[in-house]
């Protein structure tokens, strides 16, 4: 629970570049320290504020988004975690054209990959970040010759919010949605399961036929430790 800068303000800071980081960015004053700077570009990756009209029409090539889905599909704020929730076997990043609505522009460029059986929100995640950046870079090198393709908006789907509640889990929501929500909430709110021990945070666990094994746990207050080790064979 302690603040800390984000990774792009780390980087500015060693380069020595100037950092401006508005509450909010629809305020007159932002706007207009905005507009001052004249960009020809607007880069934004997961902002968790909807730029309003007036902070658009700012640059003169317009604002781009990397999403980290493959739009239209889980336009919104936890489009990881919800393809793996979803069980789908693919995702990957999206280079947009940014509009007012949410996640609803342009496509300038896509990426797929496949999702892995083991992998979890914050593993695909930090891969995500990656394939986002190089191909970031890549749209940019090549911006006045991207070829754009407008959403199919009638197959857009919204990855809302995760919520705390999500997490806690029952035996007999089923081995494969008990894998898909063990995974898809990893870091949070993370997922939860009675034992004999009581709830019990489960960290890591594997499908084995129709079971759902658990593999990795945290008991409150504790540190990870293997699920055999605290539960023991219950």
Known sequence: MKMTKPAVKVAAEELGLPIYQPDRIREAASVE??????????????YGQILPAPVLAIPRLGAINVHASLLPKHRGAAPVARAILAGDSETGVTIMTMDEQLDHGPILGVRATPIAEHEDAAELTARLAQMGAELLVETLEHFDDVRVLGQDHSNATVAKKLSKEEGELE????????????????????????????????????????RYVLDLVQLPGKKPAPAKQVLGDA
């Open 171 to 210: 035996w007999d929501l089923g081995a494969v949605e008990l894998d898909r929500r063990v995974r898809g909430l990893q870091p949070w709110p993370g997922a939860t399961l009675p034992t004999s021990r009581g709830r019990v945070k489960v960290l890591r666990g594997h499908l084995e036929g129709d």
């Open 33 to 46: 320290r905005l507009s001052s700077l004249e960009p020809d570009l607007l880069v934004v990756v997961a």
